[in-house]
């Protein structure tokens, strides 16, 4: 099995487009692995947690889209998601959400529901990666999942042969 991480995710989905070198990398190889795990009949799985976090991030991303097109157009933009909700635009950010949310679940062949994680031990790594990395991470260690990210802070948390920085 094979869990990736939301940042993989946000990349293949298409959400924002690529425009820096780093960028333009990390989607290739987001659907070269993409591509990969398909072609070897990987079991790619997600759970509730990241489903909740990829919806988070859409909304973030359209919202700094939607600052950016409203500064360019010397107008006030959005101090936050709260007041985002209330622009016209949010209708297509709620639409993206769904569909992104579709497309995961599309190439996920099995939902894991929910990870399972300890608060404590959430507690006790949020210094080291962000709170999902440190839920993600519990998660693939307990399960044996192949676990794939860009995020270098993962390897904060430990490292194995189930913890792929790509």
């Known amino acids: 099995m094979v869990f990736f991480d939301t940042c993989i995710w946000i990349e293949l989905c298409s959400v924002k487009s690529p425009s820096t070198a780093n960028e333009i990398r990390q989607a290739k190889e987001a659907s070269a692995l993409l591509k990969e795990c398909m072609d070897k009949g990987e079991k790619i799985i997600t759970c509730d947690e990241q489903l909740l976090e990829i ?3 859409v909304q973030k991303i359209r919202m ?3 600052n950016r097109n409203a500064k360019a157009n010397g107008s006030t933009g959005c101090g936050n998601v709260k007041e985002y909700r209330m622009q016209n635009d949010f209708e297509f950010t709620q639409n993206l959400c769904k ?3 579709q497309d995961v679940m599309y190439f996920s062949e099995e ?3 929910p990870c399972g994680y300890s608060i404590d031990d959430v507690l006790a790594q949020i210094h080291l990666a962000d709170i999902n ?3 993600y991470f519990e998660y693939c260690q307990k399960n044996n999942i192949e676990f794939y990210t860009f995020d270098k802070d993962i390897t904060n948390l430990g490292t194995n042969s189930h913890i792929h920085v790509i």
Do not use: N
């Open 55 to 57: 919806i988070s991030s």
């Open 64 to 66: 700094k889209e939607f």
């Open 99 to 101: 569909s992104v949310i």
């Open 111 to 113: 939902s894991a529901g």
């Open 133 to 135: 990395d440190c839920i």
